[in-house]
């Protein structure tokens, strides 16, 4: 068998697998998958562009790019939390990013300012990823919620299952090989686990071409008290070295 249509198989195997991981089931053969193979083999083209037919079966053409699906979140009414937001919050960093980070939603400083990260969590979380060497300006900060529950509330099971589409495209466009899940919701919503994050943490979990680590998410940290607060920071900070040795091979 020709070389290239070996490479080409080989790539649409482990595509598919990408997929499945995502939990996506079904791919059904439309115009949009056909019109991505004949292109694949026709120009050898990457295969990360490519997003679920089923995920996105009432927004086809999906968004190639992240300002694309950046478009695409700014108009979006999928569930309830439209209403009140003031930003989509739907992150930042370089497109081509090692690392991306995964929150939970916005709160209040972040919904004002249509940025991640940028209230009290957000200095823990600066300063965290300083102390492991990581420049916060090299990694891609985003979350599984886009807009604003009210009163910062932990994201209801329906809104998770309208937004996390479009976490789930954005990593398949920026295509990390590190992915680092911040609390509780971003690491049982990436990971499709049930278990507390407890067990999750402290070491890398596979999620298709990526490797996820769960640690404690910075806000999390700063509203426990005491002893508590103490025990979880060096907890955190055991799984930031972790984080940092396999980081460096990415540098
Ligand atoms: S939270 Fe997500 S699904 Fe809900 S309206 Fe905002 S962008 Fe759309």
């Given at each position: 068998m020709n070389k290239e249509i070996v490479h080409i198989m080989n790539d649409i195997s482990s595509w598919l697998r990408y997929q499945k991981q995502l939990g996506v089931e079904i791919i059904p053969k439309g115009p949009e998958l056909s019109a991505f193979l004949d292109h694949r083999v026709k120009n050898k083209m990457s295969l990360q562009g490519l997003t679920s037919t089923q995920e996105y079966r009432d927004e086809i053409?999906?968004?190639?790019d992240l300002d694309g699906l950046r478009k695409m979140v700014e108009n979006c009414n999928r569930c309830e939390l439209h209403k009140k937001r003031q930003n989509i919050v739907f992150g930042e960093g370089p497109e081509n990013a090692k690392l991306v980070l995964v929150g939970e939603a916005p709160g209040r400083e972040e919904d004002m300012q249509g940025l991640p990260f940028v209230g009290p969590s957000g200095e823990l979380l600066t300063d965290m990823l300083n102390a492991v060497n990581i420049s916060r300006k090299d990694v891609f900060i985003t979350s599984v919620i886009k807009c604003r529950p009210p009163h910062n509330r932990t994201p209801g099971h329906e809104e998770i299952a309208a937004c996390s589409s479009f976490l789930r495209h954005q990593l398949r466009l920026i295509d990390p090989p590190l992915i680092l899940a911040l609390g509780l919701v971003a690491a049982q919503t990436l990971l499709k686990e049930k278990a507390p994050l407890k067990s999750l943490r402290g070491r890398f979990h596979q999620l298709g071409n990526a490797r996820v680590m769960p640690i404690y998410h910075p806000a999390y940290l700063l509203r426990s008290q005491g002893s508590r607060q103490l025990d979880l920071k060096r907890v955190a900070w055991q799984d930031l070295q972790i984080l940092e040795k396999e980081y460096a091979k990415y540098r």
């Open positions: 053409p999906a968004p190639t």
